[in-house]
């Protein structure tokens, strides 16, 4: 039987680039690591939270959905670094919110010799992003929208980015059938077992009325 493994960790050093850059001691390393788990938590908190006031929003190709990509921390002595990778961001555009959420990060960081230095980055191709595609997906699940449409209407969301391959599946009591089971959607290539083949994955929980459903989409990039 294959034995399943990352995608990302497997091309860490390749095409996949580590989201934190660091150094500390042995002894602080784990104090550290912990501080970036605090600091992206409570980035999504504030995302979550300040969605929630707007959540008659949809999240359509040329709407305001506010979806992290990914979070890079850099540290240095006096200073930590946190550019936020974001698909729309206009929640964060708004007067005042970066300085609320520096406030929220210092609260929860607890570093007085350190300042933050927050700064936004906006993705060019949204779309080309496996977290907003499953985004939109659980968007569609919970409004009661059949899966197999929510996974087509994804697959024609990438068509706007340039990619040469996706994988989409969905796993679980699917309408809300007793049995659970598994359903995927293709298009294109995707050599998982090439290194230098870039694809970008995530795996994402989607809470609906009949349970958990398990939401993973592989992107085939470019070849290096």
Request: aromatic share 8%; glycine share 6%.
């Amino acid at each position: 039987m294959g034995q399943k493994i990352n995608p990302l960790g497997f091309r860490l050093g390749t095409t996949q680039n580590h989201h934190s850059f660091w150094f500390a001691q042995p002894k602080n390393y784990s104090e550290g690591l912990q501080e970036d788990k605090k600091i992206r938590n409570c980035i999504k908190n504030y995302i979550q939270k300040n969605r929630k006031k707007g959540s008659n929003r949809k999240i359509e190709s040329d709407s305001s959905s506010e979806v992290i990509t990914h979070i890079e921390i850099q540290k240095e002595i006096d200073t930590i670094h946190v550019i936020i990778h974001i698909g729309f961001p206009n929640l964060l555009k708004k007067k005042g919110a970066i300085e609320e959420l520096e406030n929220d990060l210092q609260k929860e960081v607890n570093s007085v010799n350190q300042r933050l230095n927050i700064a936004i980055e906006k993705v060019k191709e949204p779309y080309r992003q496996p977290n907003i595609l499953a985004e939109y997906i659980a968007f569609q699940l919970k409004n009661r929208v059949s899966f197999r449409k929510a996974m087509k209407k994804a697959i024609e969301l990438t068509k706007k980015a340039d990619i040469k391959g996706v994988k989409i599946k969905i796993a679980g009591r699917l309408a809300g059938k007793e049995i659970a089971r598994a359903e995927s959607i293709k298009k294109g290539r995707l050599p998982l077992q090439t290194i230098r083949a870039k694809i970008d994955y995530c795996c994402y929980p989607i809470r609906t009325i009949y349970g958990v459903l398990g939401v993973k989409i592989w992107i085939f990039v470019e070849e290096e």
